[in-house]
């Protein structure tokens, strides 16, 4: 049962995500939080994250991650497959069989189409983030802080993510916790 | 002999492109035009056309046609598992060890710190999904069909696999 519902759910993900890995990242979302609650949105947000400080495609990291989380080795072949076996196969066919259908009219209207709601998803996703970075114990202030730099740096100034990603994490592992600050202080 | 090269070909890309698979287009072009031949670069732009034009992720599109015509299905299961398998293995590994840990204080502040850059990089795409919708299909219909999917998602709870079914049959009738 369990793998029946990993399978539909990658399957839908690959099926419906068009403009590759990036964009179907809201629908992994909707999929594996909102829908079959495999963790909330605060692991998925540390998923999304580890992912996207490695290299390779981000979509079968994820699914190759979640469906291991949920159903073990078998778990993430079959996350893997659904989401790529089937645009593999249509892509083999459709290059092989019939090659003109890209140039059509209808096609490039589809493809364009879909954009606009991509971007709603993506929207709505990163308000989710916003509003729980600003009500977690880092509060608004923070939050905003680390939100307009992060901006800067990786908008304006083009620094890879994975960089500053790591940077967070090496200080989050460093930074004392405050009940050890202050044995420090009374020791100095 | 070819399914070495086909494993190398997709591995080099797969563990060097970072930001996802669209960003290890130019390096898998480098690989399969540049370095072994296999297409010629209008051949390349063709194929990838075609993954653009099709759901799901573009990598591991291009990765299974361009490893099966040079190696049959044998030659397609490679090249998809260069392209997915170490990264991914890499993935599960510091994910456990996390996970291992995931009721210290450290690490549930890791969490925290993140969460601001997840919410930048997914507003970034945002920007650049609009910006590619306002070249695609002009501002109005930007809006217009990114309002309608915003309330029939947000508002009406709708599944988002109605609201792009819809969005794809728009776009081949009104905008073809």
Do not use: C
Not at chain 1, 164 to 176: G, H
């Amino acid at each position: 049962m369990t793998h029946l519902h990993i399978f539909l759910a990658f399957f839908r993900v690959g099926i419906l995500g068009y403009g590759g890995g990036p964009s179907s990242i809201p629908l992994v979302h909707k999929e594996v939080v909102d829908k079959y609650k495999w963790m909330d949105t605060d692991e998925f947000g540390d998923v999304l994250a580890l992912g996207n400080a490695l290299p390779g495609p981000i979509a079968t990291k994820m699914a190759g991650y979640i469906g291991y989380r949920v159903g073990g080795f078998l778990g993430m072949l079959n996350a893997l497959i659904a989401t790529m076996l089937p645009t593999i196969i249509l892509m083999i066919l459709l290059l092989t069989v019939l090659n003109s259908y890209k140039d059509q009219p209808w096609v490039k209207g589809m493809a364009t189409a879909v954009v606009p709601v991509v971007m709603v998803m993506l929207a709505t996703l990163t308000w989710d983030f916003v509003k729980k970075s600003g009500t977690s114990q880092l509060g608004w202030i923070w939050a905003s802080v680390l939100i307009v730099v992060g901006v800067v740096l990786l908008y304006f100034f083009n620094i890879h993510p994975a960089i500053i990603i790591l940077i967070l994490l090496v200080a989050a592992l460093v930074k004392k916790d405050s009940t050890s600050e202050k044995k420090e202080n009374q020791a100095s | 002999m070819i399914y070495w090269q086909i494993f190398l070909a997709f591995f080099l890309p797969g563990i060097l492109g970072y930001g996802g698979g669209p960003a290890s287009i130019p390096l898998v072009e480098h690989e399969v035009v540049d370095r072994y031949g296999w297409l010629s670069v209008e051949e390349f732009s063709e194929v990838l056309a075609l993954g653009n034009a099709l759901p799901g992720p573009i990598a591991t599109k291009m990765a299974g046609y361009i490893g099966y015509q040079e190696g049959g299905i044998l030659g397609a299961i490679i090249a998809v598992f260069a392209t997915v398998g170490p990264s991914l293995i890499l993935m599960i590994a510091l994910l456990g060890l996390l996970m291992k840990y995931k009721e210290s204080p450290r690490v549930k502040r890791m969490t925290t710190y993140i969460r601001p850059v997840i919410a930048v990089l997914l507003g970034i795409m945002t920007y650049e999904f609009f910006f590619s919708a306002y070249e695609g299909v002009g501002i109005w219909q930007t809006l217009f069909i990114g309002a309608a999917s915003f309330v029939l998602m947000e508002k009406l709870k709708v599944h988002p696999a109605y609201v792009i079914a819809g969005a794809l049959v728009y776009g081949a009738v009104v905008l073809a």
